[in-house]
């Protein structure tokens, strides 16, 4: 999950000499900073300290990450030129500092915990290229659907092709999963995210399935679309705070695996009160196998490390193999 690392003391010291994407573009800080929440914190796999926004400047797009914002793009793109403009990315020449890092981290890590991959999904990256920033409204996003659905078409179709790539060769490069962020897709209706979006996440899930990774399907806000997002793809899927996990589980078919549902700010009520939100979890889920503990969305940057390191053993203690056979 985002910024996994970003309330551990041990990642901030390292961020107060280096930017978020200067991290990420020297492989050895990068695979250090990766490997962090599991050596501090015990977690059960490792995620790919990079950004969603990070290979899309391989596309061409000028981009920042400022402090306490997120992606700014120097300019966001409102009209068919400027998409039209977007290179495909080729991940050996525009990020091979990917691939160099994922490489040492598989051996930092020496086969002690998968290590997960990751891409923006199409709808999330055209939301910062054409808001230029974090939004609340997405109306920017909205109008140029609406209103120019051709270059909407023409943006998605360059990201659904450039993530495929990207995603490829994060799995030629060694990463055991794959995960496909859709973070903002849940400001969408269900017929438009039918409309707009399933077929690009779709074309690049269905891209994934014949390398045999598991793929999953991340999205915030999607209660409403459970189903949509499964016909788009996906072996795991990720469910928010807003729906109780047995009923999304119901919803999506026991077929699937889930992982998701605690609300990130659980990590800001006291211990007891914190475990008994996983608890419930744990409860609601009766040991099904296919269930992968998590929070619904990014640790906040005020989690206390200590909360964090007390879910993880709690988590392990409560969920031993042996005890729920
Ligand atoms: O958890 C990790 O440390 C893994 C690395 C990771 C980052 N970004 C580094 C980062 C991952 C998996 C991401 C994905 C990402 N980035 C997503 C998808 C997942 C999600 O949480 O929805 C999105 C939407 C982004 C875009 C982005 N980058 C946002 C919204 C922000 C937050 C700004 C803030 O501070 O609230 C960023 C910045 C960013 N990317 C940080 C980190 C560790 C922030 C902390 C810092 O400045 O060090």
């Not at 020297?26 to 900073?33: G, Y």
């Not at 080729?90 to 160099?100: G, K």
Request: aromatic share 8%; with cysteine.
């Amino acid at each position: 999950m985002r910024q996994a690392g970003r309330f551990l003391p041990e990642y901030r010291r390292v961020r107060q000499k280096h930017g978020v994407l200067a991290i990420c573009k020297d492989p050895e800080l990068c695979a250090k900073v990766t490997a962090m929440p599991v050596e501090l914190l015990g977690v059960d796999a490792a995620i790919m300290f990079a950004d969603i926004m990070l290979p899309i400047e391989g596309m061409g797009v000028k981009l920042t990450i400022e402090e306490g914002i997120g992606p700014v793009i120097e300019e966001p793109i409102r009209d068919r030129r400027s998409a039209s403009n977007l290179e495909k990315l080729d991940p050996a020449a525009d990020v091979p500092f990917v691939l160099d890092a994922i490489r040492l981290v598989k051996k930092l890590l020496d086969g002690r915990v998968p290590l997960i991959g990751f891409s923006g999904a199409p709808f999330t990256i055209a939301s910062y290229l054409i808001e230029g920033r974090p939004t609340r409204d997405f109306d920017k996003v909205k109008s140029l659907m609406y209103r120019d659905p051709k270059t909407w078409h023409v943006l998605m179709e360059k990201l659904a092709d450039s993530m495929s790539a990207y995603l490829q060769a994060q799995i030629g490069a060694g990463v055991d999963a794959v995960q496909l962020f859709d973070s903002w897709v849940g400001c969408l209706s269900p017929q438009d995210y039918r409309n707009y979006v399933l077929p690009y996440s779709q074309l690049i899930l269905k891209n994934l399935a014949r390398s045999g990774v598991p793929r999953i399907h991340f999205g915030t806000g999607t209660s409403n679309f459970l189903e949509d997002m499964k016909e788009a793809g996906g072996d795991v899927f990720s469910v928010d705070w807003r729906i109780p996990i047995d009923v999304a589980w119901r919803r999506l078919g026991y077929d699937v695996a889930v992982q998701g549902n605690l609300d990130p700010a659980a990590m800001l009520a006291d211990i007891g009160q914190l475990k008994s939100f996983a608890a419930d979890i744990l409860r609601r889920v009766g040991g099904r196998s296919g269930h992968i503990f998590n929070l619904g969305h990014g640790m906040l940057p005020n989690a206390s490390a200590e909360a964090v390191a007390e879910l993880v053993k709690f988590i392990h203690e409560s969920s031993r193999l042996s005890d729920l056979r």
